[in-house]
């Protein structure tokens, strides 16, 4: 009888926890949707008062063709990493590096300890914009996000480190260089390291900075 009544408790945490995570999401969308109808018609209103509506309708054609291409020519090297990063989650590699890393994933976002959920997110997050699959990232991320919608410190630290993140294979620029016919694609990965690590350090400290400042002073506040 406990174990039914812990069986249906289960279920229903569950599941309130997925229903919670609609409206999230449900207003990420509306989010996107805004921006893009506000940059679609920032071009148009520019067009129409610089007197160039010709060439604004004639680009959005040609781009549209274009840009078919283009993610045809990308497809490969994202549905490769992709690939690798699903296999590895399904071999259970996901779960050993969460394992792995659980003490520091717990100490740089307190909040997801003791939510394995939460965290294999993020390493998934994580793991997919080291190889710089930015696009195969965004499904773990809003999850991650999801699961710690109660913890606003962590979601902003997780928004830095996804900003700022160290890319050790960046593909989708290197498919990208390959595809607009560069000689060597891969001549950026040197410049790339530098950058991305002179970025995430510098992110991660004005953040903790900040962090120190402003939760100080609502601790002041609520004294």
Same mark, same amino acid.
């Given at each position: 009888m406990e174990l039914k009544k812990s069986g249906h408790t289960l279920k229903k945490r569950a599941y309130n926890s997925k229903n919670a995570m609609l409206p999230f999401r449900r207003r990420f969308r509306i989010m996107l949707n805004i921006i893009w109808v506000l940059l679609f018609l920032a071009g148009l209103i520019t067009g129409i008062l610089t007197g160039r509506i010709n060439e604004v309708a004639q680009s959005i054609l040609t781009s549209a063709d274009e840009a078919v291409k283009f993610s045809i020519g990308l497809l490969g090297v994202v549905a490769l990493w992709?690939?690798?990063?699903?296999?590895?989650?399904?071999?259970?590699?996901? *779960?050993?590096?969460?394992?792995?890393? *659980?003490?520091?994933? @717990?100490k740089l976002f307190p909040g997801t300890a003791g939510n394995e959920k939460a965290q294999s997110s993020i390493? @998934? +997050?994580?793991?997919? +914009? %080291? %190889?710089?699959?930015? +696009?195969g990232a965004t499904p773990s991320g809003i999850e991650a996000v999801g699961e710690m919608k109660n913890n *606003?410190?962590?979601?902003c630290l997780f928004l830095v480190i996804n900003a700022a993140g160290i890319q050790l294979i960046p593909s989708t620029v290197i498919a990208m260089r390959s595809e607009l016919g560069a000689s060597n694609p891969a001549d950026i990965l040197l410049p790339t390291w530098i950058v991305s690590l002179i970025s995430l350090a510098s992110a991660l400290l004005i953040y903790f900075i900040y962090s120190k400042i402003y939760y100080g002073i609502q601790s002041a506040k609520q004294k």
């Open positions: 992709c690939g690798l990063i699903q296999i590895l989650e399904d071999a259970g590699g996901v *779960r050993a590096a969460s394992k792995l890393l *659980r003490p520091l994933i @717990t390493i @998934t +997050n994580i793991s997919a +914009n %080291f %190889f710089g699959l930015g +696009n *606003r410190k962590d979601i």
